[in-house]
Each structure stands twice: as C-alpha cells, then as structure tokens.
C-alpha cells in the first residue's frame, strides 16, 4: 500500500530531465556521500509506494516513472525500450556515483530497459522485487499471477464503471494479508491518477530479455512473496536462472510488496546488499 514519506527525515524533492525533455521527479533521502539506491516502482504506482524509510546509512532516491505520481505525463515513449533507458540514465547522471537499482514489479522491466541500452554503467547492483523482466505473450519472464489476470482488460479500460472495480480488486490482492481500509483507498487514487491511456501503453510491449539477463556482471538479488498473486514467482525463478550469481530471497506467506508486509526484513536485507555491492565495488577500483 502507498505510505507517505514525510517524517522519513528531510525529503529533497527534485526534478529530473530526461533525454526527451519529460520531467521526472525523484524523492531523494539520506547522506548525499552515502551508497546510492535508486527504486522504480511498478506499473499504476508511485513512488509512495516504498517505505518511507530505507536506511539513515543510504542515499535513496525514490522515482515517479513518466505518467505516475508528481512526474510529467507525455503523450508517448511509454512502449519504447530506448525511452526507458533514457530515463534510468537520467537518474543515474543525477546520482553522480554507481547506484544500486532496485525495480518492484514493472519497475523489474525498465531495469531491463536500461541494461539492454546502457549496460551496467553506473549500476552498483540490481535488486528485483516481485519483478517481471519481459512482457508479451508466453514470455517467462512476464508471468502474471490470478490477481492481474483477473484485472485485465478492465483496469486498461477508459470506463470508469469498469476500470475502477478492476483496480481496486487488485490494490486489495497486492498484500497476502489486508492492508489497511485507508491504505488501500490511498493506493488506489495513485493508480486512477495515471491515465487509462498510459496504463494501457505499458501493456502494448513485446520484450524478451534473456540476452540482457545472461550479461549481467555486478550482484544481483531477488526478492518475491510465496503468495505473490500479482506477478508469479514463476517470474523470479526465470530471472534467477539467467544472472550470474544471482541471489534469490524468498518472503514466506508474503504477497506482491515485501517491502510493506515485512518491512524490518526487507531494510536488512537491501541494506546489506548495498553495502556488499559498495565493498564490491571498491576492490574492482583498487
């Protein structure tokens, strides 16, 4: 469910502007010296969707993704691999310093986006949460659980009528245990803001992505909830199966947002990943 990230220390709110002009914003919290986390989060989110706290030891910047939240809202780009790279790099360029990026759900395909263009320049290590990889038909690394098979084509659609039971039966399956009333209404007005048109866009992709997987060279940890109904561990194992050394994390009796349902387990676990990747990072320079 979406949590604000006020009272999470001082939040610098800025805009970034990527190679085709859209502005981004980013939330920015921690040390500015400190080993950088990038988090995309998923498809009809935002950036509020992320705990409001990582680590005081960590420069986080969480990311409006073009057409959510408080970013701006093109007319295109949103079916463009190239696009996507554009706006990872963006960031990156405004961290100034490698950064470990983490992508939830879709946020896992536009992580790809980027590798597929960039490589791993700028990227300390790559973190997949409840993440799809590829999208398309029969794509393993795009497998959907009931909960989203059950919500298209309704939660696409321009209807409100269909539209808006649609994404709230998904908001309501995102955990395995309900979420808070007031949480679940906060998260879907974050998915209604985005329009139909771009929750519709995201879904016209056909993207594989094994060769980008297989050429992954810095570490890489997956997380997925055993009772993820919205995109299937299926997903993961594909994942896993593909990158080099990749560590797998599974979240017993957990849904599609390990990072709310268990939050304390989800901070360790980024927060040591990061500074193994930092530590990584620093024998390869000297």
Avoid at 36 to 41: C, D, S, Y
Avoid at 112 to 139: F, K, P, S
Avoid at 233 to 244: F, M, N, S
Wanted: aromatic letters at 4%.
């Amino acid at each position: 469910m979406g949590r604000t990230r006020h009272g999470a220390g001082v939040v610098h709110r800025v805009r970034v502007t990527t190679p085709d002009g859209t502005q981004l914003a980013v939330h920015e919290t921690g040390p500015h010296g400190a080993p950088a986390v990038v988090l995309l989060h998923g498809w009809a989110a935002a950036a509020t969707a992320w705990p409001e706290q990582i680590s005081d030891e960590l420069r986080v910047l969480a990311v409006d993704l073009r057409g959510h939240g408080e970013s701006d809202v093109p007319s295109g780009g949103y079916d463009d691999p190239d696009v996507w790279a554009g706006d990872v790099s963006a960031v990156l360029d405004h961290v100034g310093a490698p950064a470990v990026l983490v992508g939830w759900s879709y946020g896992g395909l536009v992580i790809t986006d980027y590798l597929r263009r960039h490589g791993t320049r700028g990227v300390a290590g790559v973190v997949l949460v409840g993440a799809i990889t590829e999208i398309g038909r029969g794509r393993s690394g795009g497998h959907i659980g009931p909960a989203m098979r059950a919500a298209l084509p309704d939660a696409l659609s321009d209807d409100p009528s269909r539209a808006v039971p649609a994404l709230l039966d998904l908001t309501v399956s995102m955990t395995a245990d309900p979420a808070p009333g007031a949480d679940v209404q906060r998260a879907l007005a974050t998915s209604l803001r985005v329009p139909p048109s771009v929750r519709a866009a995201l879904f016209r992709r056909d993207v594989a992505s094994a060769d980008v997987l297989e050429r992954v060279d810095v570490p890489a940890l997956l997380v997925h909830g055993t009772k993820d109904a919205v995109v299937d561990p299926k997903a993961t194992d594909y994942a896993a199966g593909l990158i080099p050394g990749a560590e797998v994390s599974w979240y017993a009796d957990t849904g599609h947002m390990p990072f709310v349902e268990r939050a304390d387990q989800f901070r360790a676990d980024l927060v040591t990943f990061v500074h193994r990747c930092a530590a990584t990072a620093s024998r390869i320079e000297s």
